[in-house]
């Protein structure tokens, strides 16, 4: 059994910035990335950034320069600070954590950015 608990969703301005938090707990043999999805009101889910275990990252082209995907192996726990946030921010995000041919998701955090 994995969980994924996320936390640090909210409500910001427009040009504010919010950190989001996962961490994981559980059966966890071997992480073989870590990440970061939102899905807005009729959208899809989408790719916002991932991180692996040796520290390589990845970002979606609308938050590069604005967020920064970032981890703590010793607490099993991803993070995701967001910096200049714009109303089309707005979503919620999930944490993803994929360990060989498994994944798990988190419930989502509620992100809102206002004009």
């Known amino acids: 059994q994995v969980q994924l608990v996320e936390s640090g969703g909210g409500l910001v301005q427009a040009g504010g910035s919010l950190r989001l938090s996962c961490a994981a707990s559980?059966?966890?043999?071997?992480?073989?990335?870590m990440g970061w999805y939102r899905q807005a009101p009729e959208n899809k889910r989408e790719l916002v950034a991932t991180?692996?275990?040796?520290?390589?990252?990845n970002y979606a082209d609308s938050v590069k320069g604005r967020f920064t995907i970032s981890r703590d192996n010793a607490k099993n726990t991803v993070y995701l600070q967001m910096n200049s946030l714009k109303p089309d921010d707005t979503g919620v995000y999930y944490c993803?954590?994929?360990?060989?041919?498994?994944?798990?998701w988190g419930q989502g955090t509620q992100v809102t950015v206002s004009s």
């Open positions: 993803n954590l994929r360990a060989g041919a498994l994944s798990y």
């Open positions: 559980g059966n966890i043999f071997s992480i073989g990335y």
């Open positions: 991180i692996t275990s040796s520290s390589s990252t």
